[in-house]
């Protein structure tokens, strides 16, 4: 008799924080692990910086006009091990689920854009700090290293993940498909619910091609996780009855199959939990295509030099995913 492949349950939650309060976020946060575990879920994923939201100030605010939020953003930010990261933690736990979510983490004097994942014990089990923030979003949060660019090892699969725009640095994407990664977790912002710029109208569709390019090149998993914005937070901005600089809603989530096929949304504005069986045999059956860690790639012609060890160590030559 041959081998079983696994199946997984799997949720993305599509929804708005409360802006800049990090204990009303994170008791948001552990009612929806609970509800999504309560309706099958064994991986429950948040958007980008769920806690305490995300500064949509940068892209509507010059900097000298922001300072205040900056410091209530410096304020609310986690810092591992601290009582809101440990509260997370036995969501996790409680509801027997892996949890991976987006967080503002403060570490010294320095803000990160990161993922933080707990595994059903209320561990926490992995860290990926944005490698490189995005634009403006440089005059809020510091720079990840190569630490952080490794798979983490749960009871669901190997899983990845990556924030919003990293997803166009295709080395970092491949990194972590050569280590096998099976799921992979994609978080992004509200940002098409901004309107004073022309270009966010394309944000949905942009983040569309990221995410269900990625599944196809990687033949993995993508649980697309974003989030929107509510009249509470357009009010703490000052931008309350400017349509013309941002509205409620946003956002683009839902969870895609390894041929790029849309399993479960997609879903925008109205706060939901996306749900979706991850067959692990389409993984398998795709990667008879391709395997772009395997048959399909050709390490004779290009190779990829990763620095898993942050600053001070040295770049390694990855041809092969880890064994597992």
């Not at 978080?187 to 983040?207: E, K, Q, R, Y």
């Not at 067959?279 to 398998?284: K, L, M, N, S």
């Not at 772009?292 to 160590?313: I, Q, W």
Request: charged content about 20%; proline content about 5%; some cysteine.
């Amino acid at each position: 008799m041959g081998d079983t492949f696994r199946k997984v349950r799997a949720a993305a939650v599509h929804a708005a924080s409360p802006f800049l309060d990090r204990e009303a976020a994170v008791d948001k946060a552990c009612r929806l692990v609970g509800q999504a575990a309560a309706d099958g879920a064994e991986l429950v994923v948040f958007p980008e910086t769920f806690v305490p939201g995300y500064p949509f100030w940068i892209w509507t605010h010059t900097p000298a006009a922001s300072g205040a939020l900056f410091m209530e953003l410096v304020a609310n930010s986690v810092t591992v091990g601290d009582a809101a990261c440990d509260r997370l933690g036995e969501a996790a736990r409680a509801n027997g689920c892996t949890v991976a979510i987006g967080v503002s983490e403060r570490d010294g004097g320095t803000l990160y854009n990161s993922l933080l994942y707990f595994g059903p014990d209320g561990r926490l089990i992995g860290r990926h700090r944005k490698l490189q923030p995005t634009c403006v979003e440089r005059t809020v949060w510091g720079r990840g290293d190569g630490r952080d660019l490794r798979i983490v090892e749960t009871p669901v699969g190997r899983v990845g993940g990556l924030i919003c725009w990293e997803h166009s640095m295709d080395l970092a994407r491949h990194a972590l498909t050569l280590q096998g990664e099976q799921i992979h977790v994609a978080a992004w912002p509200a940002i098409s619910a901004l309107t004073h710029d022309p270009s966010s109208g394309l944000f949905d569709d942009l983040s569309q091609a990221a995410a269900r390019h990625h599944a196809a090149a990687g033949q993995c998993f993508v649980v697309n996780a974003q989030g929107c914005i509510d009249e509470a937070t357009i009010e703490r901005l000052g931008l309350a009855g400017r349509p013309d600089m941002i509205r409620p809603g946003g956002g683009w989530s839902a969870i895609i199959s390894p041929m790029g096929r849309i399993l479960a949304g997609p879903h925008r504005d109205t706060e939901t939990i996306l749900h979706a069986e991850l067959d692990f045999a389409e993984i398998a059956q795709f990667k008879y295509v391709s395997d772009s860690a395997g048959h399909y790639a050709r390490p004779d012609v290009l190779r990829l030099m990763v620095n898993y060890d942050g600053p001070t160590g040295a770049f390694g030559d990855v041809v092969r995913p880890s064994a597992g």
